[in-house]
């Protein structure tokens, strides 16, 4: 059985922290195994010390939807604690919201994937916290891909950006907490930083395999199975393929009107299918690219965890896109997460390089062979912050 980060703290409250101002970084998805969210065992475990709450991208209650919906600062109404706001009017916490607190608690479920902005947010809470001699708590979670695998190119010095500050691949292999041991220490943030480990998981788990219920970060991340296919099927937004939103399937479904499935079959090299299948479908999305239009495509099924590697699936997708249908296929135009120049599809790869080689139909086996010493580089760095 996995024992949360959460629920590790509250069994045995540190001393260190007693008398210290609390401050939280949340969302609804905080909770411990049993629903119980972790304000309110925060505030039961520490009385009088929970003395604000912060909320990543999509808000407190997971409601916005897209990038650059932003969420306002506000009052929790079940605790009255103020609530800031990361992901509206600034996306750093500034001196005056550090001011409220001695201690920043985070307790965020991630998804294992470079450009989930949850990991960006963390970093910028170590970067003031650095400034403002404060300490950062991680209490930690699954990786709910996999501590192992690593996939894709590290991202490119010009294109740094909140969905890449790093140069880390799409699929990192690390807990929340071992990022944040990355980020403060291998690329030099230095801030006060810990973290509680869980108790119970391993590496190679996936995320039915840790007993833990699932509780959706993200609006478009309902289910463990969007998580397993959302480090490469997050490519499509920066595309007009739609990736499923407006669906009861996001990133799992994935399309357009022009496309040919059967051309699409023919075009694509099976042998990088492995642990998936691709199901011919077709949606009408609800909102978002296409909506209220049939779009022909696919729902992508993960039949073998260890095998799939989901960014060569959708790297090999978008070659096949941009060959077969030169005329249709487009580029979703700026801006991107707050890039208001940059293409956002080169922002979610980390690399115009990797756009170039594929509509120049350089094969997926050579652009994956053109990164492997970065990808070593990077295997041989975060093991060095491993706690499991």
């Known amino acids: 059985m996995v ?65 650059m919906i932003e969420s306002d ?53 170590l970067e003031e916290a650095a400034r403002s001699g404060k300490k950062v708590v991680v209490l930690d979670r699954p990786n709910p891909v996999d501590g192992i695998h690593i996939e894709g190119n590290l991202v490119d010095e010009g294109l740094r950006s909140f969905v890449g500050l790093y140069p880390i691949p799409m699929r990192h292999g690390l ?25 119970g998981w391993q590496r190679r788990m996936t995320f039915a395999e840790t007993g833990l219920p699932w509780l959706f970060p993200s609006p478009n991340m309902p289910t463990p199975a969007t998580a397993a296919v959302y480090p490469g099927q997050v490519i499509w ?9 407006g669906t009861t399937l996001p990133f799992e479904l ?65 070659q096949a896109f941009m060959r077969l249908y030169p005329t249709d296929f487009a580029f979703k135009a700026p801006p991107y997460e707050y890039e208001f120049d940059k293409l956002p599809l080169d922002l979610i790869l980390g690399s115009k390089q990797v756009r170039e080689a594929l509509a120049d139909g350089v094969e997926i086996a050579e652009l994956e062979e053109s990164w492997q010493d970065d990808l ?9 912050y491993f706690l499991y």
């Open 3 to 67: 024992k949360l980060g959460i629920e590790e703290l509250i069994a045995a409250p540190p001393a260190s922290l007693k008398g210290k101002r609390l401050g939280l970084l949340c969302n609804q998805a905080s909770t411990d195994r049993f629903f119980r969210h972790s304000r309110d065992l925060i505030a039961q475990a520490f009385p009088g010390q929970l003395s604000c709450l912060f909320t990543p991208q999509h808000g407190f209650f997971c409601e916005k939807q897209d990038n």
């Open 237 to 245: 937004e920066g595309t007009n393929i739609s990736e499923g939103r």
């Open 254 to 318: 994935f399309g357009a009107p022009f496309l040919n499935l059967s051309q699409i079959d023919k075009f694509l090299d099976h042998s990088l299918l492995s642990g998936c299948f691709l199901r011919p479908v077709m949606f009408q999305p609800t909102a978002n690219k296409w909506a209220g239009d049939n779009c022909q495509g696919f729902q992508l099924h993960v039949t073998d965890h260890l095998s799939f590697r989901p960014y060569r699936l959708s790297l090999a997708l978008l």
């Open 73 to 125: 600062h506000g009052r929790d109404p079940q605790t009255g604690l103020p609530v800031f706001s990361l992901y509206g009017e600034t996306r750093r916490p500034t001196a005056e919201m550090f001011a409220h607190l001695d201690v920043l608690l985070v307790d965020l479920i991630d998804v294992g994937t470079r450009v989930y902005t949850f990991m960006s947010t963390l970093a910028y809470c």
């Open 376 to 384: 070593h580089q990077f295997n041989d760095a975060r093991q060095k």
């Open 175 to 199: 807990t929340f907490g071992e990022l944040g041991l990355l980020f403060n220490s291998h690329f030099g943030i230095h801030a006060d930083y810990e973290v509680i480990p869980m108790q």
